[in-house]
């Protein structure tokens, strides 16, 4: 474990904050200001990214679990590193 895979462990556990899907899909660069997207059942907020603007990076859209679609990125999941956890995807 890296350290900012530990750093970001340790905020999840220490805040315990859990948004529902429908909460996640609001934060899509539309609905609301924030632009957050969740990848293994963490939440990230991109909304300073210049990638996600308007809630669009490539074919991928805000506001929902990219778990599945992070397998065909070119990328791993560190991409997510950089940004700041906001909580975790409630189950």
């Known amino acids: 474990m890296n350290i900012s895979d530990r750093r ?3 905020y999840v556990h220490r805040e315990e904050k859990e948004y529902t899907r429908s909460q996640l899909g609001l934060r899509n660069g539309q609905d609301k200001p924030e ?7 963490i939440i ?3 909304s300073e990214s210049r990638l996600w603007r308007n ?4 074919e991928h859209w805000a506001g ?4 599945e679609e992070l397998m065909d990125a070119p990328h791993s999941e ?3 590193a950089r ?6 995807l409630k189950k």
């Open 78 to 80: 560190k991409v997510f």
């Open 35 to 41: 632009i957050w997207v969740a990848c293994n059942g």
């Open 55 to 58: 809630g669009k990076h490539y």
């Open 8 to 10: 970001r462990e340790l």
């Open 44 to 46: 990230y907020d991109v």
């Open 83 to 88: 940004f700041a956890v906001v909580g975790r």
């Open 64 to 67: 929902q679990d990219l778990s």
